[in-house]
């Protein structure tokens, strides 16, 4: 069992990593055209996969 200040501590962290991502997304998107088929078939599967797992914290 965590203590309330590690568990905010836990989803402080959690939220600054979504932020992260964020920004990973964004300058992703800028680059995109730049990109090799290859490499953007390779994000797609990452961002699908990421998708799935936000859709669950959505419930």
């Known amino acids: 069992m965590t203590t309330p200040v590690e568990?905010?501590?836990?989803?402080?962290?959690?939220?600054?990593?979504?932020?992260?991502?964020?920004?990973?997304f964004e300058e992703?998107?800028?680059?995109?055209?730049?990109l090799t088929d290859e490499e953007k078939r390779s994000l797609k599967g990452l961002a699908s996969a990421?998708?799935?797992?936000?859709?669950k914290l959505k419930s």
Request: proline share 0%.
């Open 7 to 24: 568990r905010t501590e836990r989803l402080n962290h959690l939220k600054d990593k979504m932020r992260e991502m964020e920004v990973l």
């Open 28 to 34: 992703t998107e800028t680059a995109f055209g730049d």
């Open 50 to 55: 990421i998708e799935y797992h936000a859709s």
